[in-house]
């Protein structure tokens, strides 16, 4: 089947620290791979993707490779700022049928502090 | 602006009554989608329509009903059957139903039931 494994939240992380949050997965085929984030009381955001293996994601200083030889997405952010603190989902995209469909993780808390 | 309409933000219900949680998009997108997020989980898929009249289930679409006979709305309405209707609920909707297309969200509907 298809699945996606996050690491465990909460991450802590000083203003300026390098952030990785570490998403693996399991997939029949070559799904897309996607990291989402949502903010306190909100709907989630695309914030990157990647389609095929070795595809890197960018977006707002955030980035993902995506790796077929570790079934790996892990993101990272050089420097992070306050307003980073949110959830953040790792999630892979599969066709079923004339469908597709997204399998998210469990979502990792990210706090930074001042 | 285009996007995705969720009302109401909170909603509170006594245990054993029928709820109907809105969703409208304005994206002019064919295809829609439920979702339920429960606290250390990520999103389960309820049910979701690739087009007009035509909606399939998800990975827990039992206790829910939807119904979709206008292309900017899907409306899901929780039942009394459904043991644990307390949750985020998040509506998304995507240009169409294939690989190929994004998937957006609204802000959500966060219901209890008491």
């Known amino acids: 089947g298809n699945s996606v494994t996050q690491m465990e939240g909460p991450v802590t992380l000083s203003e300026e620290a390098f952030l990785t949050i570490n998403c693996t997965y399991t997939?029949?085929?070559?799904?897309?791979l996607f990291w989402y984030v949502q903010y306190p009381g909100e709907g989630l955001q695309l914030l990157l993707k990647?389609?095929?293996?070795?595809d890197k994601g960018s977006n707002k200083g955030f980035e993902a490779t995506y790796r077929k030889e570790t079934t790996s997405f892990h993101l990272e952010k050089g420097s992070v700022q306050v307003s980073d603190s949110a959830v953040y989902f790792c999630?892979?995209?599969?066709?079923?049928?004339?469908?597709?469909?997204?399998?998210f993780g469990t979502g990792t808390r990210l706090q930074v502090t001042l | 602006d285009g996007g995705i309409t969720q009302s109401p933000k909170y909603l509170f219900r006594k245990e054993g009554q029928n709820v109907t949680l809105s969703c409208e998009q304005n994206l002019n997108h064919d295809a829609m989608y439920w979702y339920r997020q429960d606290p250390g989980q990520g999103l389960r898929l309820i049910y979701y329509?690739?087009?007009?009249?035509?909606?399939q289930k998800g990975d827990i679409a039992e206790g829910y009903s939807v119904s979709r006979e206008k292309k900017e709305s899907f409306p899901l309405t929780v039942t009394s059957a459904q043991k644990n209707p307390t949750a985020f609920y998040l509506c998304?909707?995507?240009?169409?139903?294939?690989?190929?297309?994004?998937?957006?969200f609204g802000p959500g509907t966060r219901l209890t039931v008491t």
């Open positions: 329509s690739q087009i007009v009249n035509d909606f």
């Open positions: 997939a029949t085929g070559y799904p897309s």
């Open positions: 998304a909707s995507s240009m169409g139903a294939g690989g190929e297309y994004e998937q957006y």
């Open positions: 990647a389609t095929k293996a070795d």
């Open positions: 999630a892979l995209r599969y066709r079923t049928g004339t469908a597709s469909k997204l399998t």
